[in-house]
Every structure is written in structure tokens, then in C-alpha cells.
């Protein structure tokens, strides 16, 4: 099993051997390539060992029928796990709740994200208080914030029933929410959103405390208020952070997970599984480890590729 | 710029109040937990918005810190935040010095691989990552997760600790090469010094990460002594489905470490989070 780290290292320090004259030149000796490695190969060959490895391991168990069983023999099946898949109306279901909750949570965590962002930019006393209350939920762990909201959205007197039904009367009856697949993402998709705002708002208020003055101050004379100023001032001078933010949160938003555990367990009925606990649940309880790899696999291939799309995107209109 | 007092304090106002509001709504769900964990058993649930319990009660926290298992979860996840933790700091900061201030045939590669490693998901690698762990006999202990957690750590380490050894002037390392130091003094005695804030990123993103990871202890402990906090406190939740004051003192007793952790330190974490993502 450790033969595949092997192989690269070894051929590292093949070429070490074989001093080029450039390092040479650089006044950088061979005991000083030697002592690179020494600092880079430990850290290397673990990464190697547990992110490498089994990023190529998740193809290749992906196309056999896999036998946990030691010994057994796992027949190579080709693409079969692949067809299975698309052909699977329950990893259908969740690649659709994959993006449901997607589209929801984004462009919510996004504006809001923004909106508190620019309210701390520029002068405030007190300032570092609400940043530091509005990034509490992002510091605090998925299992316990999911646990909150489940009892949040839990069917009797929770706070959700309460808003939703006492208040807002947009129900005769209190609400099972993890009885229904849209009811039960709605919870989801709340919990994403209010435990995301206060990572975008960080990314957007250093991006914004990096817009020179001067800007401001220039768009002040000429007579621009404060909607104008951020409009015309600030909104231009962000858009690589408002790109990066977007990207890494679609991609984080395809590979939601242990809220979907422990909320609603991908239930009623799988109707609210998505994709990584489908996989979880065919590798983990049914012990499907080949179905369980091509999941895997294609939800990361298709997320690669969402991201490129939105990358090659923002590319094209920031030089427009 | 040029405002009259009077207009900057009222735009001081209006951003009180917006921040206001939004402070309430998003630190409710907070005093809500609080609040229930304070609550007496029977009338958890009652009305949502009474913040303030009628009866307050320390018996759920009694109750937990009385569990002789909570305190060894407790242990557990501290020692495996820990020594993960140091590990990742150490292989990390030696992985960056190297990449960013050493000349060796493979450089290119190597980080190079680093950076496409950090586009892939860690739950991707959960099936063959089981499978190696079962191979390598590191399921179900404590030391099997360590591996595991260092190296799907370091990747995102090494590349935010090069890219602050790259802003250390070269001049520095000239000098101290011609007072003959090698690469073990100039990077002990030079670059880590000089490096403390990321550092300190470090080392809380790796402690935060370790002490609140979920999906992989999950799937490798099973047996109740070497559990780590989250895996207790979900499955605590399972057998007292309906003591939500008793798993929301749990909670809260393992969220003091996390925050006592982001509060003193809390200015590293937008220093991390910025470097990080902006150069991604």
C-alpha cells in the first residue's frame, strides 16, 4: 500500500544525484539539495500517502465491482458504476437537491455577506465586535449548529413553528419539516446560509478595506453619496474577491454534507439526500465501495467543472 | 473628507441599527441554545422567545460533566488536536521554507501537486482513504486518525506558509548565508521567528479543524472509549432524542475551547482567510 508514495520520492532523489550546474551556480551546494529534501520530503510523503494516493485509488475502485472482503476478487466492470448512477433516480434526486441548495444558499450568503460587509467598512467604533459576532457561526462546529437547527426546526414548539405559525400564520398547523423534501431543505438550506454569512462578509470587508481612500474621498468632491460611492467606488475594485468568494462557495455548496446527516439523514424516503451522504450511505451501510468511489468521482469531476465555467467566466467579463 | 458632525452621526446611527438587527437575528440561534441548556428538563420546548428560562437549572450541565465518558471525549479530542496540530505546524512550515527559499531538482512537481491537491474535496477520498487505514491497522484508535488529519492538512498549510516565506526579504537570508549559515539555522532562526502571525493562522485552523472534525472519526471509531467530542455529542443526541438542554450543555462545554481560541486570536483569523482565499 505505500509502494505508490515510493515512486515519485524515488525519483526525486534520483535526480538530486545528477547535479544540474544551475543549482550549482546559485551557490546552493549539494548538501544544500540534500537538506531540502529533508525538509520537504516527511510532509511530502504523508500528503502523498493520504491525499495523492487515494485521489487516484477513488477511479480506480470506482471502476471494479469492490469486494471488502479481503481476498476476494473485485472483477474490473469498465463504466458500469458510471451508468448505474446516471441511471439511479435517487442520485438524481440528490445531484437536483445539490443544486437547489446551491442556488438558495450562494446568492443569499453573498448579498448578505456583502451588505454587513460594507455597513463595518470604513470608520465605526465597535466595529471589531460585530465581526467578531457575525463570524461566531462560522467557528463553531457543523455537528453542533446542525443539532441547534434540527431543534430549531423539530416539529412541536420550535423557534421555526413558532415564527411560521404563531406569527407569520403562514400555517393552521405546526410544521413537520423533516417530514417533506422541500420543507426539510428549507431547513438546510437555513442552516447553510446563516452559518456562511459571516465567512463572505470576512473576505468581502478585507477586499473593501483595501480600496484606497483616496477613491472615496475623490467620488466625495465630485459629489457622489454614499449608494453611488459603493456602486461606482467599491463594487469594481472587489470583483476578484466576489469571483473567488462565488466559486468557493458553489463548490462548497455541491459538497454539503454533515448537515444533511444529521438534520434529516437524507429522509424521508432519501428524498433529501445529496450527493456526498448518498455516497456515504451506499459505501458505509451497504458497503457498495465501487457505486459508493463513482459517486465520489463525479460529483468532483462536476464540480471541477462548474468552477472552471464560473472562472472562465469571470475571466471574460473582468477584461470586458 | 469634508462632513458636518452631524451627518456622520447620523450615518453612525443608521449602521447601528442595521447592524444591530442583523446581530440579533444571527446570534439568536446562540442564546436560544443557551437558554434551553439552562432549562429544566419537563418544559424544554415551551415558548421559543422567553430567553430568560423562569426556572434556571445547572442540572444539564451536571449531568454531563458527572459522565465519567464526556470527560475522556473531552481528553480525546484535546490530545488528538494537539499532537495533530504541532505535527502539521512542524511538516508544514518545513514543506513552505523549502518551496519557497531552497533550490532542489522536483520543486516544480512537487508543489505543483500541493496546489491541484488542494481543488479536491476530502470527501472524495473517504472510501479509499477507509480502505488504506484498514490496511494500515489505523482503524478504530486514536493515533490512526493523527495521519490522516496532518495530511489532509498540510497541503493548505504549506501553501499559505510559502506564500508569507516569499514576502521575507531575501537580503535577510543573503546575509546570514554569508555568515555561513545553513538551511536548518537560516529557517529556525530566521524564518520562523519572522513568521509568527502566520504561524499563528496556523496553528488555529489546524486546531479548529481537528478538534470539530466529523466525517472521518465517524467512520472509522467504533468503540465507545476512543470516540472523539463531535461523534459523542451526535450520537448523544441520539439517545436522549429528547433532552435537547442536556446535548445543548454538551455542546456549549465543547465549544469553550473553540472559543476561547477564536477570541484571543481572532485578528489571525481574517489574516488567514484573506491570504487563503484571495490567492486561490
Known amino acids: ?320 | 473628507m469634508v462632513t458636518s458632525p452631524l451627518k456622520r452621526r447620523l450615518g453612525y446611527a443608521i449602521r447601528y441599527a442595521l447592524l444591530g438587527v442583523t446581530a440579533v437575528l444571527l446570534v439568536y440561534p446562540f442564546i436560544y441554545m443557551l437558554s434551553t441548556s439552562f432549562k429544566p428538563r419537563s418544559i424544554v420546548l415551551s415558548d421559543p422567545l422567553q430567553v430568560m428560562p423562569s426556572d434556571p437549572t445547572l442540572e444539564n450541565y451536571a449531568e454531563v460533566l458527572g459522565l465519567h465518558s464526556f470527560l475522556r471525549y473531552f481528553i480525546n479530542s484535546a490530545a488528538v488536536a494537539i499532537v495533530s496540530t504541532v505535527l502539521i505546524v512542524a511538516l508544514a512550515s518545513m514543506m513552505a521554507y523549502a518551496f519557497s527559499r531552497l533550490q532542489f531538482p522536483g520543486k516544480r512537481i512537487l508543489f505543483t501537486a500541493i496546489v491541484v491537491g488542494l481543488t479536491i474535496p476530502t470527501m472524495m477520498l473517504i472510501i479509499p482513504q477507509f480502505l488504506l487505514a484498514r490496511d494500515l491497522h489505523l482503524l478504530n484508535s486514536l493515533q490512526g486518525l493523527v495521519p490522516f488529519y496532518v495530511g489532509t492538512a498540510l497541503g493548505f498549510n504549506t501553501f499559505l506558509l510559502s506564500g508569507f516565506f516569499e514576502s521575507i526579504p531575501r537580503e535577510l537570508d543573503e546575509a546570514m548565508l554569508i555568515d555561513g549559515a545553513g538551511p536548518w539555522r537560516r529557517y529556525w532562526n530566521l524564518a520562523i521567528p519572522l513568521s509568527k502571525p502566520a504561524l499563528a493562522t496556523c496553528v488555529i485552523f489546524a486546531f479548529l479543524g481537528t478538534w470539530d472534525e466529523f466525517a472521518w472519526a465517524l467512520t472509522v471509531l467504533n468503540d465507545t472509549d476512543v470516540r472523539t467530542l463531535p461523534i459523542a455529542i451526535a450520537l448523544f443526541q441520539g439517545q436522549h432524542s429528547t433532552s435537547w438542554g442536556l446535548v445543548f450543555a454538551a455542546s456549549l462545554l465543547a465549544i469553550i475551547p473553540v472559543l476561547i481560541v477564536y477570541i484571543v486570536f481572532q485578528r489571525f483569523f481574517v489574516a488567514g482567510l484573506t491570504s487563503g482565499a484571495i490567492k486561490s
Open chain 1, 1 to 320: 500500500m505505500t509502494t505508490p508514495t515510493a515512486a515519485p520520492l524515488t525519483g526525486a532523489r534520483r535526480s538530486a544525484t545528477s547535479r544540474r550546474p544551475r543549482f550549482v551556480a546559485a551557490g546552493t551546494g549539494r548538501r544544500e539539495i540534500l537538506a531540502a529534501y529533508v525538509f520537504v520530503v516527511p510532509g511530502f510523503a504523508l500528503y502523498a500517502l493520504v491525499m495523492l494516493y487515494p485521489a487516484v485509488q477513488t477511479l480506480l475502485l470506482s471502476l471494479r465491482d469492490w469486494k471488502i472482503t479481503p481476498g476476494a476478487d473485485s472483477p474490473w466492470v469498465g463504466l458500469d458504476n458510471y451508468i448505474r448512477a446516471f441511471a439511479d433516480p435517487v442520485f438524481l434526486n440528490s445531484l437536483v437537491n445539490a443544486v437547489v441548495y446551491t442556488i438558495v444558499t450562494v446568492p443569499l450568503q453573498i448579498v448578505i455577506g456583502l451588505f454587513l460587509a460594507a455597513l463595518l467598512d470604513g470608520k465605526l467604533p465597535g466595529r471589531v465586535a460585530f465581526r467578531v459576532l457575525f463570524y461566531l457561526p462560522v467557528v463553531t462546529s457543523w455537528v453542533v449548529v446542525s443539532l441547534l437547527f434540527q431543534y430549531i426546526f423539530s416539529s412541536n414548539d420550535g423557534l421555526a413553528n413558532f415564527i411560521a405559525v404563531d406569527t407569520l400564520h403562514l400555517a393552521d398547523a405546526n410544521i413537520n419539516w423533516f417530514q417533506g423534501r422541500w420543507t426539510g431543505m428549507l431547513a438546510i438550506c437555513a442552516l447553510g446560509v446563516w452559518k456562511g454569512i459571516g465567512w463572505s462578509m470576512i473576505i468581502f470587508l478585507a477586499a473593501l478595506t483595501a480600496v484606497p481612500r483616496e477613491l472615496h474621498e475623490a467620488a466625495a468632491i465630485d459629489g457622489a453619496g454614499t449608494l453611488a460611492r459603493f456602486r461606482y467606488v467599491s463594487l469594481p475594485a472587489i470583483r476578484a474577491a466576489l469571483s473567488v468568494v462565488a466559486i468557493l462557495l458553489v463548490i462548497g455548496g455541491f459538497n454539503v454534507f454533515i448537515s444533511v446527516l444529521l438534520m434529516s439523514g437524507g429522509g424521508p424516503g432519501n428524498q433529501t439526500q445529496v450527493p456526498l451522504t448518498y455516497m456515504y450511505d451506499q459505501a458505509f451501510k451497504f458497503l457498495n465501495f465501487g457505486y459508493g468511489s463513482a459517486i465520489s468521482f463525479s460529483l468532483t469531476a462536476l464540480v471541477l467543472v462548474v468552477a472552471a465555467i464560473q472562472y472562465w467566466w469571470t475571466r471574460r467579463t473582468m477584461r470586458s
